[in-house]
């Protein structure tokens, strides 16, 4: 489960709230169900991530990650422009993003599919529905779901 | 004009009445022989010769033959005298039948030497009586008495009317004349002592009898009048009548004047009779000759002169007439000629005396002549008092009237002139207009509509004779133009200064298409009131063109400036509530998200608080509790932010006159204690305008951006703010710049977004640049920021409204005038 092909599995979570982010993390490390989960805080460092470049250019810490879970009202570059990117991006889009999100409103909603995002989540307030989630989403996109080899 | 007066008047110009001067002498003649028949008798009665025979020796007058003349001379007068009746003429006539009987049995037994019954009797009783002077009567006067008794009865068979055509009138002249001529040779004869004229070889006729017989002869001529033979001859304006006239008297007069002569001068003056006779009858032929001569010469010459004239004024007035007859008949106005009866001195009715064809025939009213109005049209007095009235004052004044007048009880309208051509009477020519009266009040009511129905739509119409260059604008059109319709001159040039200048050209162009394609172009145009304020108009039009070629354009013009306004008014309304909306959902959203972050973060480490705890894992606990506690005053921090801005723009401090400098002072002076702290160097310019702003919130706006640009100096070795105003686009900006870490231009809108922030890190809640630009926007200003990248530093700028500028903040409506 933790790996794939014998490679660490690598969850990018673009969170810019640092609680939140906390939050995620633990609960996915409790589950054990990534064996690295990358935090950044805006959109503008996602995009550097994925591309290894500022802060992110050392390639021993440039990972390309099997999962981005992707908020969406961020610092810099907002979250939809980050998903719009990446899934325009040929050497992004296979990469399963899940939009996990404090906002319920249609809009987002439906322009977050618009931009071909593989799944939203909305973030629950009760902390053991929101730890089940965590888990629940590990197991599921990175257990359960096959995804492309990667080229 | 007096049509009906002239007809009699010619009338009588060719019959003349009998003259009064002829009764007179028939009454005189009439006389004369009365009293000589009267004479005749009185002198066999009381045997006085002279009366019977006047001359002495000659043969005395008959009984019967005085007793003939007495009658026939009362019965001449009798008629001019008392009058008959129509049985007294019978019994006149059988008497004087009876006499014509008696005299027809006489005469045969006279000429032959014996006498009828009743002339032997008559003679058997006077001749017993009065021996002496008792004759027969000579068969001569038996022929006159039944002449005059023939004439006499011939009279009195005549009608009453003088005028009627009477053929036995003629007899009666024509036996008068013959009577009174034969009186008068037997009474020459004895004159002149010619027993061959008056029968003294036979049974010879008394003077006195003859002389009767003349008096009779001339009675029955002037009783029988003019109209008839002979006198008709000299009655008339013919040349004979004329000729007769002049010289019948004459030559009489002269025969007589040279019988006196003859025996003036044979017994004066002893002269030789025939010689006297013979010189002075040629003497006085020759007079007579040439006064006859000259006479006729000067009186023809008149006559043919005075026959031209009349023929000449006949003929005109027949032509004139027959012109006017035949006007008066076939125009097709109606005549009436009236006379007015005034009932104490008030006109109560007229009676129609002539009316021509047309009268009938535009009236309806017929038989008219010689019947009064109220009998034709009853009620008239009741119904249309104003028409007798008007009749009544022309009658009465003779001044002439023309008016228009509806008569109620013919339910028309006519148009009467009317004049009085005598006093009493009035001439009325008319016409019924009741068509074009209806047709005028339609057409009036018709444009009274049409023009309250241009004033509620507010639509003005025109329209442009091409040809003449005439142009007809409506009352409601001049409305539209803000402009009276007597001071305006209605040309082309003048109108096109009424248009806005940018809509001229666009005008002119659709005039032009109009008269040359037939088509026109509806359009929006702008016009200029006279106060210099724009009307919005939509023109709409067409062509119309007549057989002559002229062509004329025609519109409609609608004031459409309170909907276009209105339109433009709820455009920006909409606009702005669109706005509104949007914001609101922006910001509903944004709240939503962004309340709902803390909560997350708080209910999850209460979570794990609760796990740790358990555990026992003790500096965990710590940094739980934190991340909660830090959420709490996030959400705090939120809130308050909020209320901060939902503030804005509801709660204003009246806007005031300040120097924008001192505001600048105030905020640098709160914000010492971190600026110093900073070691901020703050440049502030000099000239700094005065403002009309709210002191308080422009002081924040500044304290605000003075911040921010400390926050984001970075590692800046000597950090610095400008404070000051330049010209940007035409307008003053004022602005803070510093040479901080700058932002990318792609972030450069965002930042002044609701919770925007560039750095998640960083400090606040993003709300503080949303309140500035929401300060600014009530202000009725922009902001803005412009760097030129990462490291270059910050600049944003401002505009508020400006002392001296055109700008002036009004707090009450939040935006520019």
């Known amino acids: ?151 | 004009m007096s049509l009906n007066e002239t007809e009699p008047a010619g009338i009588e110009a060719d019959k003349p009445a009998t003259l009064p001067m002829l009764k007179t002498l028939a009454l005189v003649f009439g006389a004369l022989t009365a009293l000589t028949g009267l004479l005749g008798i009185v002198g066999l009665y009381l045997g006085i010769p002279v009366l019977i025979s006047v001359i002495p020796g000659s043969k005395p007058i008959a009984f019967s033959a005085s007793a003939c003349w007495l009658l026939f001379g009362i019965l001449l007068m009798l008629p001019e005298v008392l009058g008959i009746r129509n049985w007294q003429k019978t019994v006149i006539t059988a008497l004087l039948a009876l006499i014509i009987f008696a005299g027809l049995i006489e005469l045969p037994l006279n000429l032959s030497g014996m006498h009828s019954p009743p002339e032997s009797f008559i003679l058997a009783v006077t001749t017993l009586y009065f021996p002496e002077t008792s004759t027969p009567v000579s068969p001569v006067a038996v022929i006159l008495i039944l002449f005059s008794a023939t004439a006499l009865i011939l009279l009195f068979r005549r009608g009453d009317n003088p005028d009627e055509p009477y053929v036995p009138g003629n007899l009666t002249g024509v036996l008068g004349l013959v009577i009174a001529l034969a009186g008068f040779t037997l009474v020459l004869g004895y004159i002149y002592g010619t027993p061959f004229l008056y029968g003294s070889s036979f049974i010879p006729i008394a003077f006195t009898s003859a002389l009767a017989a003349f008096f009779m002869g001339c009675g029955l001529i002037a009783a029988a009048g003019i109209s008839v033979f002979p006198l008709r001859y000299f009655t008339g304006k013919s040349i004979r009548a004329r000729l007769l006239r002049y010289f019948f008297p004459l030559t009489i007069a002269l025969v007589i004047t040279q019988n006196y002569l003859d025996w003036f001068l044979a017994w004066n003056l002893g002269i030789n009779n025939v010689l006297v006779i013979s010189i002075s009858l040629v003497f006085f032929c020759l007079i007579t000759a040439y006064a006859v001569f000259k006479a006729a010469e000067v009186l023809s010459l008149r006559v043919a002169r005075e026959e031209l004239l009349r023929k000449k004024v006949e003929e005109t007035l027949r032509i004139s007439e027959e012109r006017y007859r035949g006007i008066f008949e076939n125009m097709l106005n109606g005549f009436a000629y009236c006379r007015m009866i005034f009932v104490d001195g008030k006109p109560q009715d007229f009676t129609y005396i002539v009316v021509n064809r047309a009268f009938g025939e535009l009236t309806g009213l017929h038989e008219v002549v010689g019947r009064n109005v109220s009998e034709i049209i009853p009620g008239i007095r009741e119904t249309d008092p104003k028409l007798l009235e008007i009749y009544g004052e022309v009658a009465r004044t003779g001044v002439p009237a023309r008016f228009e007048i509806f008569i109620e009880s013919l339910r028309m309208w006519f148009s009467i002139s009317v004049y009085s051509p005598r006093k009493g009477d009035f001439v009325a020519v008319f016409d019924v207009i009741t068509e074009r009266k209806t047709a005028e009040q339609d057409l009036k009511r018709t444009m009274e509509r049409l023009s309250r129905a241009q004033s509620i739509a507010h639509v003005g119409s025109w329209q442009y004779d091409v040809n003449k260059n005439i142009i007809e604008w409506s009352d409601e059109l001049y409305r539209i133009f803000g402009i009276l319709p007597g001071q305006f001159d209605l040309s082309m040039e003048n109108i096109r200064s009424r248009i806005h200048p940018d809509d001229r050209e666009k005008h002119d162009r659709i005039i032009a298409a109009a008269i040359s394609t037939g088509h026109y172009d509806p359009e929006e145009y702008r016009i200029i009131h006279p106060d210099g304020t724009f009307r919005y108009i939509t023109a709409d039009g067409g062509i119309e063109t007549d057989e002559c070629g002229g062509i004329r354009v025609i519109g409609v013009v609608q004031d459409v400036t309170d909907r276009r306004l209105a339109a433009e008014q709820r455009e920006v309304l909409i606009k702005s509530l669109e706005q509104k909306n949007a914001e609101l959902e922006r910001f509903t959203y944004t709240v939503s998200h962004d309340l709902k972050s803390p909560l997350i973060t708080i209910r999850g480490f209460l979570g794990l608080l609760e796990e740790d705890a358990l555990k026992g894992n003790i500096p965990q606990l710590k940094t739980d509790i934190d991340r909660i506690s830090s959420a709490a005053d996030k959400m705090q921090t939120l809130l308050t932010d909020l209320l901060a801005l939902s503030r804005i723009g509801r709660i204003a401090n009246p806007p005031e006159r300040i120097a924008f400098g001192i505001i600048v002072l105030e905020a640098e002076e709160l914000l010492a204690g971190s600026l110093g702290k900073h070691e901020v160097a703050i440049e502030i310019a000099r000239d700094l305008p005065e403002v009309y702003v709210d002191r308080t919130r422009i002081r924040e706006v500044l304290v605000n951006l003075i911040e921010n640009a400390q926050k984001f100096m970075g590692d800046q070795p000597e950090p610095e703010i400008q404070i000051g105003m330049i010209q940007k686009e035409g307008e003053p900006a004022f602005f803070v710049k510093d040479n901080g870490i700058g932002i990318e231009p792609q972030y450069q809108e965002k930042i002044f977004g609701l919770f925007e922030k560039l750095d998640a890190r960083t400090d606040g809640s993003g709300v503080g640049l949303t309140i500035v630009k929401r300060i600014i926007e009530v202000h009725g200003g922009r902001i803005w920021v412009e760097s030129e990248g990462k490291g270059k530093g910050t600049t944003v700028f401002f505009t508020l409204p400006v002392i001296g500028s055109k700008c002036i903040y009004n707090p009450a409506e939040g935006k520019n005038t």
């Open chain 1, 1 to 151: 489960m933790t790996t794939l092909n014998g490679e660490p599995l690598t969850i990018l979570l673009v969170e810019d709230n640092e609680a939140h982010a906390e939050l995620v993390m633990r609960g996915m490390r409790d589950q054990r169900v990534a064996n690295r989960i990358s935090h950044v805080l805006d959109g503008e460092q996602a995009l550097d991530y994925l591309y290894c470049r500022g802060k992110f250019s050392d390639p021993v810490t440039c990972k390309r990650p099997n999962l981005i879970l992707l908020d969406l009202r961020l610092p810099r570059i907002d979250g939809l422009e980050v998903l719009r990117i990446v899934k325009e991006s040929p050497e992004f889009r296979r990469i399963p993003v899940v939009i996990l999100t404090s906002s319920d409103a249609e809009s987002d909603i439906a322009k977050s599919y618009d931009h071909h995002a593989n799944s939203y989540v909305v973030k629950p307030l009760d902390f053991k529905t929101f730890t089940k989630l965590m888990e629940d989403l590990g197991f599921y996109w990175l257990g359960w779901n096959t995804t492309p080899v990667i080229e």
